[in-house]
C-alpha cells in the first residue's frame, strides 16, 4: 500500500450532475497530481497541485478543476458531467518537483465514477 | 505531442521470460517509467530509466532503452503468475513527477 487514499471508491452520477473527488496524499508529500483512466486505456494527465497551486495542467476542460488544501490533500470537482467522463480517477502524491529517484510518485488506488 | 504506443496484449508461460515493448514520440523525453496495475488498484511504479541510461537492472526486472528508436522494453525473468497485470510505459519529457504520458497498457497473462 502506498498511502494515498482516495474516496469514494466509485460513484454513480446521471448527465449535468456534478461531483466532488477526494484524495489524501502520503505523509510528508506536498504534491498531488490528478488522472483520467478511461476504460482500456493509459492514464491522462489533468492537473497537478504544489503547495495550494496548480502547477500544470492537461488538454481538459475549465470544467474540470481542483483544489489542494493546507495538508496538502485534494479536491478534483467536475461539474456538467458528460457520459465521457466515466473513469477510473487516480491521485498521485509525491513529496515534491525534483527526480523519480528522489520523489516517486505513489498512486492511489481510484474512483470509478460512471456517469449515466 | 508526445504519443507513448505498446501492445495491448502478452501471454508467456510460468518461469519464462516476459519483454514487452514501448515506443515513444517525445524527444525530449528525461525519463521513462514502468509501472504496474493489478485489477481494482492503482498504479504502482516497478522501475525508472533515466534518458542517458541504455539499461538498468533491478532484480527479476531489466528496462532497456534505444533512444535513436525511441524504443523501451521490460524484461521479467521467470515470470510468475504474481505477475500478471497491466504494464504501462510512460515518459515524462522534463524532469520531475508531473506531466506523466502514459501508453495504453500490455495486458500480461502468465499462464501455471
Known amino acids: 500500500e502506498t498511502g494515498v487514499t482516495q474516496s469514494p471508491t466509485h460513484l454513480i452520477k446521471t448527465r449535468g450532475q456534478q461531483v466532488t473527488l477526494r484524495c489524501s496524499s502520503q505523509s510528508g508529500h506536498n504534491t498531488v497530481s490528478w488522472y483520467q483512466q478511461a476504460l482500456g486505456q493509459g492514464p491522462q494527465f489533468i492537473f497537478q497541485y504544489y503547495r495550494e497551486e496548480e502547477n500544470g495542467r492537461g488538454n481538459f476542460p475549465p470544467r474540470f478543476s481542483g483544489l489542494q488544501f493546507p495538508n496538502y490533500s485534494s479536491e478534483l470537482n467536475v461539474n456538467a458531467l458528460e457520459l465521457d467522463d466515466s473513469a477510473l480517477y487516480l491521485c498521485?502524491?509525491?513529496?515534491?518537483?525534483?527526480?523519480?529517484?528522489?520523489?516517486?510518485?505513489?498512486f492511489g488506488p481510484g474512483t470509478r465514477l460512471t456517469v449515466l | 505531442g508526445e504519443d507513448v504506443e505498446q501492445s495491448l496484449f502478452l501471454s508467456v508461460r510460468e518461469g519464462d521470460s516476459s519483454v514487452i515493448n514501448c515506443t515513444y514520440t517525445?524527444?525530449?523525453?528525461?525519463?521513462l517509467y514502468w509501472y504496474k496495475q493489478e485489477p481494482g488498484a492503482g498504479l504502482q511504479l516497478l522501475t525508472y530509466i533515466f534518458s542517458n541510461m541504455d539499461m538498468k537492472q533491478d532484480q527479476r526486472l531489466t528496462v532497456l532503452l534505444n533512444k535513436k528508436d525511441k524504443h523501451l522494453s521490460l524484461r521479467i525473468a521467470d515470470t510468475q503468475t504474481g505477475d500478471s497485470a497491466i504494464y504501462f510505459c510512460a515518459e515524462s519529457p522534463q524532469t520531475g513527477a508531473n506531466n506523466l504520458f502514459f501508453g495504453t497498457g500490455t495486458r500480461l497473462t502468465v499462464i501455471p
Open positions: 517525445d524527444s525530449s523525453s528525461t525519463y
Open positions: 498521485a502524491s509525491t513529496k515534491g518537483l525534483g527526480s523519480p529517484s528522489t520523489d516517486t510518485q505513489y
